[in-house]
């Protein structure tokens, strides 16, 4: 029994190292308050652990969505606090040392970036979020917003279609559906995985 608690306490800690971060900020996006995000996601972690989540095996990333996004919908209906995006920014941040000038023009298009997605209907918002900042496929974005894989497609189109529009092509990939939000490259050739 001690290598079986050994060998869980192992996968908790790199499925936390891997996912915690994005979570609190996905659910900040939601509820509009790092601190309850952070209650959000660690509700979200021990669900999974009481769940028995070990046998999730390829949905999990859907399933830690799913779940997150859940209860952060019953967080802001019950607490509507004020969103404050630099504190969520802070929470996705990479925990490295920069050079300052670099490290500060990437929160300037960061920020730019940001504010057009915000300006995005709520549903293309989540599902360009999803894709691009957490790197879900189209089927793990259907599952998380209980949607179809082709409405994913269309709600990403339009939202990606607006922003071009929004930034005359230039920094969002003028044709190319590879770049992401503040410039992360994401692949989303052969979406319908």
């Known amino acids: 029994m001690p290598d079986e608690s050994r060998r869980t306490s192992t996968w908790l800690r790199a499925l936390l190292e ?3 971060r994005r979570l609190v900020a996905y659910a900040a996006r939601i509820v509009g308050d790092v601190d309850l995000a952070r209650d959000v ?3 979200t972690f021990l669900k999974l652990i009481r769940e028995g989540g070990m046998e999730l095996d390829g949905k999990l990333p859907q399933w830690l969505y799913t779940v997150c ?3 952060a919908i019953d967080v802001k209906r019950k607490e509507r606090p004020m969103q404050t995006s630099g504190e969520i920014e802070a929470v996705m941040a990479p925990r490295t040392m920069d050079d300052p000038a670099a490290a500060f023009e ?3 298009e960061a920020s730019r970036a940001e504010a057009l997605v915000a300006a995005l209907p709520d549903k293309q918002q989540e599902a360009v979020r999803l894709r691009f900042t957490h790197g879900l496929s189209y089927k793990q974005i259907a599952d998380v917003m209980d949607t179809t894989v082709n409405n ?12 071009r529009a929004k930034l005359g092509g230039a920094e969002l990939g003028e044709g190319s559906s590879d770049q992401g939000i503040g410039g992360t490259r994401v692949g989303t050739k052969g979406h319908k995985d």
């Open 69 to 71: 996004r859940r209860r």
């Open 152 to 163: 994913v497609g269309v709600l990403i189109h339009t939202g990606m279609k607006t922003l």
């Open 41 to 43: 996601a660690q509700e």
């Open 106 to 108: 990437r929160r300037e």
């Open 18 to 20: 891997k996912h915690e």
